[in-house]
């Protein structure tokens, strides 16, 4: 029998004004393109402009070409902070991916092209000043209640700060959802991301949630954070651009399963009132931000870079002392990261991502690690994209090793032809997926497979875990977890090794710093695991500075009698 194919789910837009960012633009051309979901309205509400700083406003044509104005600072903005606004525009140039961040696009213009019906509403909460309602919606025809309900919406999904009442909320059969970037739900006045990077918080944090009444927190229903730069403008970019991946992922998934994703239990905000930056405050940001780019600056012209070296320590992980670990560099021009071990025929070898300065890419390497020292043996695998994470695993005899292949948009499994230096590509395990340090195991007669992935397209996986399973791990048939996303958080979200002792499962898991990558990790006990859970709990931190001159850590590997980590230094590397 051949069943009908389910009709697409009716998703509605509410915008505070016409004028609305480049990420709720993206979201109107994803909805009109997407087979399993219909915009079937856009909704304008009468608010005052949203006022995020240091936009620049855009019509609805995006192109190289649309003409462009300079912004205008609100007169509620310190001068001294539309100043360093202006330098952090600039350095938003810097970055391709973000150079929309700042756009303001008649997003109503936009789906009315589409044939999507736009209309102008009031939100009976809270009663707009009529002469401006009137100039900023004068273009659009008014909605009446009747009508609202006509539209049939499953779903309304509030943009770029608009306030949802319970008439639009029930309009749609599963209510209002928006994302929601000031958890402290007081001071809705500072800027997004900016005292994240003003304190050198080691992460910022977003959440998705479904709406009630105007001034009530809403019901969580996704969270996360994601690792905070060291530019204002940037981190919030950033931000945006992973909590709208989030937003498109959650969409998908409800218009899978035809309901919004439990809710999650509410705890308490612990953290300040965030209020507005004053003039002080952006004084002494202006001077904290020349501080970071006159380093960055100074590392470039005298050729610092990070650099990633071994500490094998002889022991096993249990009773590692890591500050007794013998520092194992590699040669000029190189570094060596992400290390695993295997043992072959009595020997220890050790299988490392090999950094090459030169091209700005990896290989796979082998060592063998002997009472005497430790020597490189060479290539294992080299392909003409970057590889890393080397991750060994058996299957039917056969050893086989899934490194980090993100750049190829796959993750991919190569078969040891000859060990420890020939290997031939095996299969593909999943397609057409941005993903770094993939993991496999068996338990329980299933494989799992573990995996840190970008929705975003911005090369940062260091947040978003997820777990597939599968009867085998060769036949390509990956079925992703039900609580997928496992994680949205860079201290635990992206995978920094794996230890099986005595029948228990230990993932390492690596934590970001602010703007640093591979700050320090953790290791975790899965506990659960099966086809609909998944838990684990919090063994140990595995801290890096018993070094001295140790920046971070973010790798282990343990064999039960070696057990060795990767530290990050700095070096000169022309």
């Known amino acids: 029998m051949q069943w009908a194919r389910m009709k697409p789910l009716r998703v509605g837009l509410l915008l505070e004004t016409r004028a609305s960012d480049a990420y709720t633009a993206a979201l109107c051309d994803w909805l009109a393109e997407h087979g399993d979901l219909e915009l079937a309205l856009v909704l304008v509400t009468d608010g005052a402009p949203p006022g995020r700083a240091g936009r620049k406003r855009r019509p609805a044509a995006r192109g190289p070409t649309a003409p462009q104005s300079s912004p205008q600072p609100s007169p509620r903005t310190p001068l001294l902070f539309a100043g360093v606004m202006a330098l952090e525009r600039q350095l938003l140039r810097h970055y391709e991916a973000h150079r929309a961040h700042l756009d303001v696009v008649d997003v109503a213009a936009l789906a009315a092209a589409r044939g999507v019906p736009v209309r102008s509403v009031a939100p009976s909460a809270a009663a707009p000043d009529p002469a401006s309602a009137a100039a900023s919606d004068a273009a659009l ?168 070296t071994l500490s094998v320590t002889r022991s096993g992980w249990r009773n590692a002392v890591l500050w007794r670990g013998v520092p194992v560099a590699a040669p000029d021009g190189h570094f060596w990261a992400d290390p695993f071990l295997r043992v072959h025929a009595g020997r220890i070898f050790c299988f490392v991502e090999d950094y090459v300065y030169a091209t700005n890419r990896a290989h796979i390497s082998v060592l063998e690690i002997t009472q005497a020292d430790v020597k490189c043996l060479g290539v294992a695998l080299r392909e003409p994209f970057h590889l890393s994470f080397p991750f060994l695993f058996e299957y039917a005899g056969r050893l086989y090793m899934c490194p980090e292949t993100s750049e190829s948009n796959q993750i991919r499994i190569y078969k040891c032809d000859e060990f420890p230096l020939r290997w031939s590509l095996d299969s593909v395990a999943i397609d057409g997926i941005s993903a770094a340090d993939s993991m496999f195991f068996e338990h329980r007669g299933r494989w799992w497979l573990l995996t840190s992935i970008d929705r975003a397209g911005l090369n940062d996986h260091c947040s978003e875990l997820c777990l597939f399973h599968a009867p085998d791990p060769l036949g390509g048939a990956w079925t992703p977890h039900p609580m997928n996303p496992l994680y949205i958080d860079t201290d635990m979200g992206r995978n920094a090794g794996l230890i099986v002792d005595e029948g228990r499962i ?46 971070g850590s973010h790798h282990i590997s343990s064999d039960g009698d070696v057990t060795v980590v990767d530290i990050k230094t700095h070096c000169f590397a022309p």
């Open 506 to 551: 230990y993932r390492a898991a690596q934590r970001q710093g602010f703007d640093q990558y591979g700050e320090g990790l953790a290791l975790y006990e899965i506990i659960e695991l099966d086809e609909t859970r998944y838990s684990e709990r919090k063994v140990t931190d595995i801290r890096h500075d018993y070094l001295q001159r140790s920046l």
């Open 141 to 308: 025809p008014a909605i009446s209640d009747p009508e609202l309900a006509g539209f049939d919406l499953d779903l309304l999904v509030c943009c770029d700060g608009a306030t949802c009442d319970e008439r639009l909320g029930g309009a749609a059969r599963l209510g209002a959802i928006g994302i929601d970037y000031r958890r402290d739900r007081i001071a809705g006045g500072a800027p997004i991301g900016f005292w994240e990077t003003y304190h050198r918080t080691r992460k910022t944090g977003f959440a998705i949630v479904r709406l009630g009444r105007p001034g009530e927190a809403g019901q969580v229903l996704v969270e996360g954070a994601f690792r905070t730069k060291y530019s204002f403008l940037l981190n919030q970019a950033h931000l945006f651009c992973k909590a709208h991946a989030q937003l498109r992922r959650l969409l998908d998934d409800v218009a899978a399963t035809r309901k919004l994703p439990a809710v999650r239990d509410p705890v308490p905000y612990s953290g300040c009132c965030l209020a507005s930056p004053g003039s002080l405050h952006a004084l002494r940001y202006a001077f904290k931000l020349a501080g970071r780019l006159g380093m960055r600056g100074l590392r470039r012209i005298l050729g610092i870079r990070h650099k990633w």
